[in-house]
Structures are given as structure tokens and as C-alpha cells.
């Protein structure tokens, strides 16, 4: 494991533990048992990237961080988003990965540095000031597609993102009733 | 499971049906059980229940199941006959390929046109620039079949009090209102409207050796796992197969409907996996490959005695293309309405369902809630945010997470006018990658259809509001450029100069072959079609099932 694995996996024991503390994702304690035993192994096996090399791949991971950034909930650094690209790119998004390397290389030509080299701020003002282009609305759709798809595609570790959002998608059966509004006709809790 | 029977290409079945979807499973059902040999060529693979995944991205984004946007079919579009039709990212007429056509990836909406939709013609007069006519059968004719498509699809509702009359009752009750139905009826209390119960053609409860709904929230764009959507794959299909009458050939690319020297259909030209052309002879044949692939096969069936399309003496084959309008509303709520869960829509609202003169201009439809594109979280993120809030960063990360369980969309469905100017053509450049001319879409909505959509688009502000939102948003109206509904580009009329096929869906021009699905379509309805497509689909049956009988086709 390098030093970037074991800053990772310490980004990801954070976030776990702001999971936990927070209120707004009310998630059950099943769930919070599998995301223990997930945050010891998740990152542990960090796969190699296909199409990417080292430079580009944390490139990406730093604008897919700023996109969805890590606060006190994981973002797209968390979720591993940037092996969701790497993925794409190997498969159904091979057709833009020659577009995006160009676009990246002529980023860091213009910035003199590598984009992921940059603090946070200076990150930010950067995709501000191309937050109009092609290429930024590519990298963010992707990111999205990487947070929130099933994790087979390459992102949304032990689906981080939708414990975000409150999303139990691969439960594949509910009972009634659903949600507050509901519940008050229904009767019972309110899904929660 | 195998087919239970295969038919000699070079023999003479009784029937052809193009396509397995609303329209063709249902034929095929109906035929092979009466005792017909009936073969099925569908352009899409046989996917089976078990093959139906939860998989957001590649189902709604990478659209498997639709032809991966549009990479296969290279449809075009344009708004207007002066302008080059370009190829889209996803297919303008879009549909499922695959054994039950769309109706494998619906949304299940199930609304009985009513009695002013045969007839609105006669009752409104003419509309200037628009093909607008009365239908050559009424509801009465068609109710008997609305009742089957209730009984042997399986229709989940209640009646509400706008409905049309129905001769039998619902064969199972409403899905349970979910908290989106909930909010709906407040705010439909409080500004006067009536919510009522969503007909679904998902099963509320065991149906016909069926499982029930498990409220697994992958309707709209998805297959069900579980058989409880009423698909012509889970309802008709199984049966049809059974019949040892029928074979389902996937992977079946029609091209050609061959004639012979009598002006009869004789043979059905496709090509088969491998791209090998492939020939079926059939006493008959059956068009049901959706409003706009049924249009282009018959454009591209074209011959010395048929110059513009086969059985288009009249003109009017891939013209008076309708999509229905559509308008959305979004609202976030205080609480959790977790709308992710269960079906899409549980209450709806009809009380604009029929021309107001009043409002000054043609045009109705109707109103439900539902997650929308807030069921997953892909789609909840890329188009369900509001404008006030930027695209990337943490105001937006907080925004999609607040949001997810606590937002709805209010749904318009409306009318839409046939116009000649709005049609499918054959594309003079674009070929799909069986090498036929790609389908070109060419629409731009009546000002009517858009004028509709946009007033209940206030309704719809208006009810999120009275609903207690704390934030609502609209989309853009904008003039349709995509949509799933395919209708009305080969309509039924008594006329043979304004219409392609019969009020028994034959054709005016070739005796022997028949076209039935969404192209039948003379009026859009109010924007869920299927039930209308299903119920015509059973009535064709049984005509031509008849005229078979007694050796009239």
C-alpha cells in the first residue's frame, strides 16, 4: 500500500465516522456495521487503473472533488469516483478519453502546474473559470454517473452515495408506508 | 423456456406480426390461441425477467434496452422540413427493442380514452392547418376491450368520477397512495380539483398466476424482475408460446413486406443475427412495430405498383405523427416522501381532461405526481435540481441530498394536433446499421398542444403550492423534440383518401395486410396511450381473427 492508498483510506475512515454522526442520513445499524467492516477493506484492494496514468488519474479525482466535494458527508474522492472514469474509458466513453487527455494537458500547460497540485481554492477558481466548457460538463456528468451508479461501474464505494442522499436502492422491496405523508394515511412510521 | 414450436421460413404461416410489443404480443396471443400459426419477428433480443436489472446507468443512461440511445437505429430529427435532420443521442421515436417492445420499459399509466376522444371532430369543428378527425369507432366499440386489456393484462385502479363508463369493475384495487398522491390530493382539495386513484397495469395484488408489485421503485425505464408490471412479456407472451401456435423470433430486423403478383402480401423480409437476409411467408401479415418503425417499413416496402410506401395510396403513411405534450413542475417538501419507493404514480387529476373553449384554444390532459426523474439518483442529480442552484460544489451536494426524498414532480400529460408537417420519413443520408434508411423524425407541436401544456403547467405551480412546498420550480416549455408516445402515422378511417387503414385496422390497399399499434392512432388522447393501443390491439384480433375464419382475408 503507497502513501496515497493510506491517506485515502484515512479520508474514508473520516467520512465513515461523519456518517455516523450524522443525524440527516438516519441510516440503521445493519447498515452501519457494513460500512465498518467495508471502510477496513474497501480501499485496501485499490484496483489499477486500465487506461489512465498516475498524473491523469489524480487529475480527475481532484476536479470530481471539487465537484462533489467531501464536507462532513463523503464526496466523489470517497466514493473512488475516478476509477468510475477509468472504467468509462475503457469501455463506453473510450470515444472521449482522447478529448479529455487533451483537455487536462492543456489545463495543466495553462496553469504550469498539475491541476491536482493546486489547493482547494485555486482548484476551485480554475473550474470556475471553465465551468462553461465541453470538457467541464463531460467531467461533471461523469462524476455523477460514477457517484450515484451501482458500484460494478467503478465509483460509489459501498454505495456512499446514496446513504447521502437516503437512497436504499438495493433493498428491491418496501413495505408500506413510504414517507411522512404517507404514513399519516397509512398509518404506522413514516418509512424513516 | 424454448419456443414450443418453429415455423419453415419457405411455408406459409397464417400470420406475420411485426413486432412483440402493446400491440403485437397482444395479437399474437389472441391469434395463435384461436388456432392460428402465428410467427413474431421483433428486432430486439429476448430478454426474460431475470435479465431486468436495477442498474440506473446502464438502463436509464446507457439506455440497453433502447438501442444504447441511438447508436443502432441513427435516427434523425428536426423541428422543420427546412432544416437538415441531424442524428440524435438518443433515438426522437424512442422505443424498446426487445420481446415486448416498450411495453417492457413503461411506466404502466393506464387511462381509458373517454367518449369525447372518438368524436371531438364533430364536437369541436374543424381546426385550421391540422388533419383533426373524428375516429371510425367510439368508445362503446372499444370498451369491451379496454375490459379485456383490465381482465387479461391486469389493471390495478378504482373509478374516479370523470371516468368513462365501464361494463366491468377494475380486477384488482389502486396501488396504496403513496406520500406524492397524498400531496397531490391536498393541493387538488384546496383549489377544488378531485385526485383519484392512478390505473396501473401493475398488479396490486397475485394475478392470473402473477406476483404482486414488491414496490421496488424501477418502473419507469426498467424491466420488471418480478412480472408485476403488465407487459405483453409477462401477460401475453407465456401464453401465446404456450399455445404451440407461436414463435417469437428475436433478433429479427424487418426490411421488406414483400407483395406478390396479385397486389397480396406474400413474404416478410428481415435480417437475422447474423445480418443474413431471411424470408417468412405468411397468408397475412400484421404491422405492430410501434407509430414510427410500422411508418418506415412501409415507406421502405415501396414498389412499381406502390411507388410512395406500401398501402400509401392515400398519402398519409408516416404523416400526422403526434407524441403528446408534456409539462413538469418540481416541489421540495419539509418532510421525507421517500417517492423513490413504489410505483411512479398513485393519484392523478382529470378535471382539464376535455377542450375548454373557454381557455382559447384546443387541448386537454392530465395531471399526476411522482418522483420522476427523483426515483434514482443519477437522474435526480442531472435533471431534477433547481435553477437557483449551481451544478457542482457543496451548495449542490447539500442540494441533491436535502432534495432526494423530500422532492416531486407534477407530471402534465396533453393533447397533440396531426398535422401533415409533422411526420416520419425515411432519412436520405442516415442508415441504421442493418444498412435500411434510419427513421427522420420532423415535428414542431401545434401552438394548441403547447398553449395546453403551458396552462396546466400554472395548474401545476399552483398545486405544488397548495400542496405546502417549500420551493417549486418548472422546466422550460420547450417544442418536443423526443418522446416515447408514437402515434398516428397511419391512421384508421372509413375514408381510403384520408386514412391508411379500416376501422378493422386493414389496410384500404392490400387486402391481406393489417397495421395496428400507436400509428391507428386518428387523436393523441390525453398522453398515456397504451391502454388505447393494448384495447385496439384486442378488438384488431378479434376482426381479423374472424375475417380469417370465415375466409375473408
Redesign the interface.
Do not use: Q, R
Given at each position: 500500500m503507497n502513501e496515497n492508498n493510506e491517506l485515502s483510506r484515512r479520508g474514508f475512515l473520516k467520512s465513515a465516522g461523519a456518517i455516523v454522526g450524522s443525524s440527516m442520513l438516519r441510516i440503521g445499524a445493519p447498515a452501519l456495521a457494513a460500512l465498518t467492516q467495508a471502510a477496513c477493506t474497501a480501499r485496501d484492494e485499490q484496483a489499477q487503473f486500465t487506461v489512465l496514468n498516475t498524473d491523469e488519474a489524480a487529475d480527475i479525482a481532484a476536479i470530481t472533488a471539487r465537484i462533489i466535494p467531501t464536507t462532513d458527508t463523503p464526496g466523489a474522492a470517497e466514493a473512488g469516483v475516478v476509477h468510475f472514469f477509468d472504467q468509462a474509458f475503457a469501455s463506453h466513453f473510450s470515444d472521449s478519453l482522447g478529448f479529455v487527455r487533451g483537455q487536462l494537458g492543456a489545463l495543466n500547460d495553462r496553469l504550469g502546474t498539475r491541476f491536482a497540485a493546486l489547493d482547494e481554492t485555486a482548484q476551485d477558481a480554475e473550474l470556475k473559470a471553465i465551468e462553461d466548457t465541453e470538457f467541464f460538463e463531460l467531467v461533471r456528468v461523469m462524476t455523477l454517473f460514477g457517484f450515484f451508479g451501482m458500484s460494478k461501474h467503478g465509483g460509489n464505494s459501498d454505495y456512499l452515495s446514496w446513504q447521502l442522499v437516503g437512497f436504499e436502492g438495493n433493498r428491491g422491496a418496501w413495505m408500506y408506508p413510504f414517507g411522512y405523508y404517507d404514513a399519516q394515511v397509512h398509518g404506522g412510521d413514516d418509512g424513516e | 423456456m424454448a419456443n414450443s414450436v418453429s415455423f419453415d421460413t419457405r411455408k406459409a404461416v397464417d400470420f406475420v406480426i411485426v413486432g412483440s410489443g402493446s400491440a403485437g404480443g397482444i395479437l399474437a396471443k389472441e391469434l395463435s390461441t384461436a388456432g392460428f400459426d402465428v410467427v413474431v419477428l421483433e428486432q430486439g433480443p429476448y430478454r426474460r425477467p431475470a435479465d431486468f436489472s436495477?442498474?440506473?446507468?446502464s438502463v436509464v443512461?446507457?439506455e440497453e434496452m433502447a438501442d444504447f440511445g441511438n447508436v443502432n437505429s441513427r435516427q434523425t430529427f428536426r423541428h422543420d422540413d427546412s432544416e437538415v435532420a441531424v442524428q440524435t443521442m438518443r433515438q426522437p421515436a424512442g422505443y424498446a427493442q426487445t420481446v415486448g417492445g416498450s411495453s417492457v420499459h413503461y411506466t404502466a399509466n393506464f387511462w381509458r380514452f373517454r367518449e369525447i376522444d372518438f368524436k371531438e371532430r364533430s364536437v369541436h369543428g374543424p381546426i385550421s392547418g391540422t388533419n383533426f378527425a373524428d375516429w371510425p369507432i367510439s368508445y362503446a366499440d372499444l370498451e369491451p376491450y379496454y375490459t379485456k386489456v383490465d381482465w387479461e393484462i391486469g389493471v390495478s385502479g378504482a373509478p374516479g368520477p370523470n371516468d368513462a363508463w365501464r361494463s366491468k369493475p377494475y380486477p384488482m384495487p389502486p396501488m396504496?397512495?403513496?406520500?406524492s398522491?397524498?400531496?397531490l390530493e391536498r393541493g387538488a382539495n384546496k383549489l377544488g380539483l378531485t385526485a383519484q386513484p392512478e390505473p396501473l397495469a401493475i398488479l396490486s395484488q397475485p394475478f392470473n398466476g402473477r406476483m404482486p408489485c414488491?414496490?421496488?421503485?424501477y418502473c419507469m425505464w426498467f424491466g420488471c424482475e418480478h412480472g408485476a408490471k403488465s407487459s405483453t412479456l409477462s401477460a401475453m407472451i407465456p401464453l401465446a408460446e404456450a399455445s404451440g401456435h407461436c414463435e417469437i423470433r428475436p433478433n429479427s430486423a424487418v426490411f421488406r413486406v414483400e407483395l406478390d403478383e396479385r397486389g397480396r402480401a406474400s413474404e416478410v423480409l428481415y435480417y437475422d443475427i447474423d445480418g443474413n437476409e431471411r424470408g417468412q411467408r405468411a397468408k397475412a401479415v400484421i404491422l405492430a412495430a410501434n407509430g414510427a418503425e410500422s411508418a418506415r417499413l412501409l415507406l421502405l416496402s415501396e414498389s412499381s405498383r406502390f411507388p410512395d410506401g406500401l398501402a400509401n395510396s392515400s398519402g398519409y403513411v408516416g404523416r400526422n405523427f403526434m407524441y403528446n405534450a408534456h409539462a413538469g413542475a418540481f416541489g421540495v417538501?419539509p418532510?421525507?416522501?421517500?417517492?423513490?419507493?413504489?410505483v411512479q404514480v398513485t393519484r392523478i387529476i382529470h378535471d382539464y381532461y376535455e377542450t375548454d373553449e373557454k381557455r382559447g384554444f384546443y387541448g386537454g390532459g392530465g395531471i399526476d405526481a411522482r418522483p420522476l426523474f427523483s426515483a434514482?439518483?443519477?437522474m435526480?442529480?442531472?435533471l431534477s435540481m433547481p435553477p437557483d442552484v449551481p451544478?457542482?460544489?457543496?451548495a449542490?451536494?447539500?442540494e441533491?441530498?436535502?432534495n432526494?426524498?423530500r422532492q416531486m414532480t407534477i407530471v402534465a400529460s396533453t393533447t397533440s394536433l396531426a398535422m401533415d408537417r409533422n411526420n416520419i420519413t425515411l432519412d436520405p443520408e442516415s442508415t441504421d446499421r442493418w444498412g435500411r434508411p434510419a427513421i427522420r423524425v420532423t415535428y414542431r407541436d401545434h401552438p394548441d398542444d403547447l398553449a395546453m401544456a403551458a396552462f396546466l403547467q400554472d395548474r401545476s405551480m399552483e398545486l405544488l403550492d397548495a400542496a405546502g412546498a417549500d420551493k417549486s420550480w418548472r422546466l422550460p416549455l420547450e417544442p418536443t423534440s423526443f418522446g416515447y408516445h408514437l402515434l398516428g402515422t397511419a391512421r384508421m378511417g372509413d375514408d381510403p383518401r384520408t386514412s391508411v387503414v379500416d376501422a378493422e385496422h386493414r389496410s384500404h390497399d392490400v387486402p391481406n395486410l393489417f397495421i395496428c399499434d400507436g400509428s391507428s392512432f386518428v387523436t393523441s388522447g390525453r398522453g398515456q396511450p397504451t391502454m388505447t393501443i393494448m384495447a385496439l390491439a384486442f378488438r384488431a384480433a378479434d376482426r381479423i381473427g374472424a375475417a380469417a375464419a370465415a375466409g375473408e382475408i
Open positions: - | 436495477h442498474d440506473e446507468y443512461i446507457l396504496p397512495i403513496k406520500s398522491g397524498v400531496l414488491m414496490n421496488c421503485g417538501f418532510e421525507p416522501l421517500n417517492d423513490y419507493k413504489g434514482h439518483p443519477i435526480h442529480a442531472l451544478g457542482w460544489g457543496k449542490f451536494k447539500d441533491m441530498a436535502w432526494f426524498t
